[in-house]
């Protein structure tokens, strides 16, 4: 137990029903959770927003999931102040990263209870913000690269990649993981974007907005090894054209109702196909990006920072689309 005592409530962010956005979060004072014997009670410092939160809330998992009244967000980072009675990794006072259990989430407020198995400790030098990036999106581009066979230890000879939406929170740090993989990567993203994306390393970047743009096409007439798609708008008649003929392949990480079944049509093909990602990394890969960052080698591209006091800004921001790189909620 910390000093000072457990506090009996907390203050946390929650939703009563599906759909309303940001107008129907609420504030509420309620218990701080109780502890099950393999967690942790965290002292959330801060916490980062995901596309997949405001999906949920808008209907994606209805009727399963969630059960309301709902506090949102699976990725934080704080503090211990109480630890269960069969925890033996972790103890009070040290600094923590946790991607909390998609059912459970409970983010968005002051503590919340996160099992071992969830949980990595935060090394020194990485502050809370850059932490809390890091879970869902950070593991979203190492899983998209790693099934390409993508080796983060300079000893890979790389291959020709097109990374989509690349100024996304997913997007920035595939950018980085890429380039640490010796692949020769060009990118999609917004005019506004174009500097800061090629400042994390792509060797090409085009404006979606253009006709080359659109069509994918490099300019330096490159055909890809692989195409990792972070966009919901990709569409394989697209993507087919620019894929190399021998055995190109796109990772799709946002499939629409066309991909999905373009990844069906392509099951068995020897040549060009799509392939879809469902993220199942967990502790271990986390562990190993946050030595990357340790290191400098990875960094969160930080969009915004918003106070917990205006939580709503911060999801407003997030359902934008409009986000570089993590919207960031601090407590």
Request: hydrophobic residues 40%; positive net charge; contains cysteine.
């Amino acid at each position: 137990m910390a000093a000072g005592g457990r506090p009996a409530t907390m203050r946390a962010v929650q939703y009563g029903g599906y759909g309303g956005g940001a107008a129907t979060l609420k504030f509420v004072e309620i218990p701080v959770p109780s502890l099950k014997k393999n967690e942790i009670l965290i002292k959330i410092e801060a916490a980062s927003l995901n596309q997949a939160d405001w999906r949920i809330q808008k209907g994606l998992m209805r009727p399963f999931h969630p059960k309301f009244p709902f506090i949102p967000v699976t990725d934080v980072s704080g503090e211990v102040i109480e630890v269960g009675s069969a925890i033996h990794e972790f103890k009070v006072g040290d600094k923590v990263v946790s991607k909390l259990n998609l059912w459970k989430a409970g983010g968005l407020a002051e503590y919340v209870a996160a099992s071992e198995s969830d949980t990595v400790s935060r090394p020194a030098g990485i502050s809370a913000a850059d932490a809390a990036g890091l879970p869902v999106a950070g593991l979203t581009a190492l899983q998209a690269l790693s099934s390409i066979g993508t080796k983060f230890d300079g000893s890979g000879t790389g291959a020709d990649v097109l990374i989509t939406a690349a100024s996304s929170g997913v997007g920035t740090y595939a950018v980085q993981l890429a380039k640490l993989g010796n692949h020769r990567v060009t990118t999609t993203c917004g005019a506004r974007n174009l500097d800061l994306v090629g400042s994390l390393g792509a060797d090409e970047v085009l404006d979606y907005a253009t006709p080359e743009g659109a069509a994918l096409a490099s300019p330096s007439g490159r055909k890809y090894d692989y195409i990792i798609n972070l966009t919901d708008r990709g569409k394989w008649s697209v993507f087919r054209p620019q894929l190399s003929s021998n055995g190109g392949r796109v990772v799709d990480v946002s499939p629409n109702l066309g991909n999905f079944l373009a990844s069906v049509m392509t099951l068995f093909s020897r040549r060009k196909r799509l392939s879809l990602v469902i993220l199942t990394l967990g502790k271990k890969e986390l562990g190993f990006l946050l030595e990357l960052m340790r290191e400098g080698k990875l960094k969160t591209v930080v969009d915004s920072r918003h106070p917990f006091e205006k939580a709503a800004e911060a999801w407003e921001r997030s359902m934008s689309g409009h986000a570089t790189g993590k919207v960031i909620v601090e407590m």
